[in-house]
T-cell receptor, first 114, second 110 residues
Framework: GAGVSQSPSNKVTEKGKDVELRCDPI?????LYWYRQSLGQGLEFLIY????????KSGLPSDRFSAERTGESVSTLTIQRTQQEDSAVYLC????????????FGPGTRLLVL | TQLLEQSPQFLSIQEGENLTVYCNSS?????LQWYRQEPGEGPVLLVT?????EVKKLKRLTFQFGDARKDSSLHITAAQPGDTGLYLC??????????FGSGTKLNVKP
């Protein structure tokens, strides 16, 4: 594909339910990032994957949040037992080897927890 | 506590005016980036600066990295309605950590 894609684009769920958000990075991009953005605000780093190295999970806000990545392809961010404060836009970005500072962002998944 | 502070938070100006947005921190970064984000979309990278004192120009946009690599500014000359959006700065550490500012929401009125 031409760019980073994310699905679903919008997700409405009830408090306490689990959700899975998907990110398809640009082909060949070894680095993948997840961020969270509250309404009109800056981005909060969540997790970083680089190739087959152990991911940097230091930004995950609680143990309800987890993420996986299969090789250098698709990543899934899972939020268990969602809370209303989890409502935000979840953005995924990828970057290529040697160009780690140039992140290409997907359009995001807008999550609303009722 | 925000590692990067951006100011102003909101800016509403008339077409043709000039403006400057600031990004400040007490931390030293290996690089600093500016992004522009439109509603419903992800941020798009405008520029990366890596050297203290560096100045980069992108058409009507001028970016400067502070000498101590702790702060940066974005200056727009003769703003146009197409410049409207959320401007975000991000400081980079190593290869895997980027800290974003809270953003400046710019509205340019025709």
């Amino acid at each position: 594909g031409a760019g980073v894609s994310q699905s679903p684009s919008n997700k409405v769920t009830e408090k306490g339910k689990d959700v899975e958000l998907r990110c398809d990075p640009i082909s060949g991009h070894t680095a993948l990032y997840w961020y969270r953005q509250s309404l009109g605000q800056g981005l909060e780093f969540l997790i970083y994957f680089q190739g087959n190295s152990a991911p940097d999970k230091s930004g995950l806000p609680s143990d309800r949040f987890s993420a996986e990545r299969t090789g250098e392809s698709v990543s899934t961010l899972t939020i268990q037992r969602t809370q209303q404060e989890d409502s935000a836009v979840y953005l995924c970005a990828s970057s290529s080897p040697g160009m780690w500072e140039t992140q290409y962002f997907g359009p995001g998944t807008r999550l609303l927890v009722l | 506590t925000q590692l990067l502070e951006q100011s102003p938070q909101f800016l509403s100006i008339q077409e043709g005016e000039n403006l400057t947005v600031y990004c400040n921190s007490s931390s030293v970064f290996s690089s600093l980036q500016w992004y522009r984000q439109e509603p419903g979309e992800g941020p798009v990278l405008l520029v990366t600066v890596v050297t203290g004192g560096e100045v980069k120009k992108l058409k009507r946009l001028t970016f400067q990295f502070g000498d101590a690599r702790k702060d940066s500014s974005l200056h727009i000359t003769a703003a146009q309605p197409g410049d409207t959006g959320l401007y975000l700065c991000a400081g980079g550490y190593n290869f895997n950590k980027f800290y974003f500012g809270s953003g400046t929401k710019l509205n340019v009125k025709p």
